[in-house]
């Protein structure tokens, strides 16, 4: 089974993206929202928040994502700490998600492959780029969120160039239409190539 990413800045239609590969038939797992399922139902990572954050990490025995996000994403080293607790439970539950799927290839939309160093974990990656300005005008619309707090996430991830160079793919979307045939593109590239392999 292959794995492809598919990675991308806040914003830049990761999600919107995956979902045109989804409609093609590619069995596709978001590691952000599975993340966010195990942060809120495992006793472990619960017990690690608290923790770390105090009880405030939970509201309600839900994940008080706010809080949260005012905490991390000023201070890469408490993000450092919260990624060791997360990522490897994210890990292995995709591990066993990936054993159930029979299609050529899956694909793991995550918001952090480069700034980890997870790359080799890949077969393929494809990052998603479009304007900042698109990009916080896109969040600030879904989120009802300000700028200040898009800014502060996008300045803890690679720029869009940085993770370009390490791609296999690129897909800029801007105009939708355009962005399902770089899908469509790709979708069949890959299904070729690992047809070979
Ligand atoms: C901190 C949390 C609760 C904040 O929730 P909130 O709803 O405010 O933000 P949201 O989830 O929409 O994320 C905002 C942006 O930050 C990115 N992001 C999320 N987690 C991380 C992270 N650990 N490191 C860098 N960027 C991240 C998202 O992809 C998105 O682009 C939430 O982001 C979270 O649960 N993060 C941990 C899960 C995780 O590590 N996800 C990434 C898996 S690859
Ligand atoms: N090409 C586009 N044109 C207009 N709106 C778009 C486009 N692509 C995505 N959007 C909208 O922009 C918002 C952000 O897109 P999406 O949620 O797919 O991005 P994301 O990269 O997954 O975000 P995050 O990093 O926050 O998880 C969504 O509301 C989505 O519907």
Do not use: C
Request: aromatic share 8%.
């Amino acid at each position: 089974m292959k794995i492809v990413g598919l990675t991308g800045g806040i914003g830049s239609g990761k999600t919107t993206v995956a979902k045109m590969f989804q409609d093609l038939g590619v069995p596709l797992y978001i590691a952000d929202e599975r993340a966010k399922i195990l942060m809120n139902t495992s006793k472990d990572i619960k017990k690690q928040l608290i923790t770390l954050f105090g009880d405030e990490a939970y509201n309600d025995k839900q994940l008080n994502r706010p809080f949260l996000a005012s905490k991390i994403f000023k201070n890469p080293d408490l993000l450092k700490q919260m990624n060791a607790i997360v990522h490897p439970k994210v890990g292995d539950d995709f591990t066993q998600w990936k054993g159930q799927q029979t299609a050529p290839y899956v694909l793991k939309e995550a918001a952090i492959i480069f700034e980890n160093d997870l790359a080799s974990h890949y077969d393929f990656i494809i990052t998603v780029v479009a304007d900042l300005d698109q990009r916080l005008a896109r969040v600030m619309k879904r989120d009802s969120t300000t700028e200040d707090k898009i800014m502060a996430i996008v300045n803890n991830q690679l720029t869009d160039d940085e993770k370009a160079k390490q791609s296999d793919f690129v897909i800029t979307n801007h105009d939708l239409d355009q962005t399902k045939d770089q899908v469509l593109i790709i979708h069949q590239h890959l299904l070729q190539t690992f047809a070979k392999n």
